[in-house]
């Protein structure tokens, strides 16, 4: 069964930073897609970043790249959202997500997606 399992969550000022982190369990989740989605009060849920296959491939929604990074460690299986020089709109609950499809056009859709943590919350604060 696999499970994730979101921490690092918090209260932030604008222009601060936060990593957030993804443990997976049930798997071996070396050439999973691995990725970030958040969704703000009202709002659906956007995609964020994802990293593929051995981790060398990595994309970014336009809205956080250059600011946040994501990683993996896959002696650990975790995921990790590294962001940076936050801004009040990143405020949202995060959520990390995983599919066994390694490479696809669709990693930025939430359908893509068959497995999902339970979120955390990031405010930032202005």
């Known amino acids: 069964q696999v499970q994730l399992v979101e921490s690092g969550g918090g209260l932030v000022q604008a222009g601060g930073s936060l990593r957030l982190s993804c443990a997976a369990s049930?798997?071996?989740?070396?050439?999973?897609?691995m990725a970030w989605f958040r969704q703000a009060p009202g709002k659906e849920r956007e995609f964020v970043a994802a990293i593929r296959g051995s981790g060398t491939r990595t994309s970014y929604a336009d809205s956080v790249k250059g600011r946040f990074t994501i990683s993996k460690d896959n002696t650990k299986n975790t995921v990790y959202l590294q962001m940076s020089s936050l801004k009040p709109e990143d405020t949202a609950v995060y959520y990390c997500?995983?599919?066994?499809?390694?490479?696809?056009?669709?990693?930025?859709?939430?359908?893509?997606?068959?497995?999902w943590g339970q979120g955390t919350q990031v405010t930032v604060s202005s």
């Open positions: 997500a995983t599919s066994q499809t390694t490479y696809s056009d669709t990693y930025y859709l939430p359908s893509h997606y068959g497995y």
């Open positions: 049930g798997r071996t989740f070396s050439t999973w897609t």
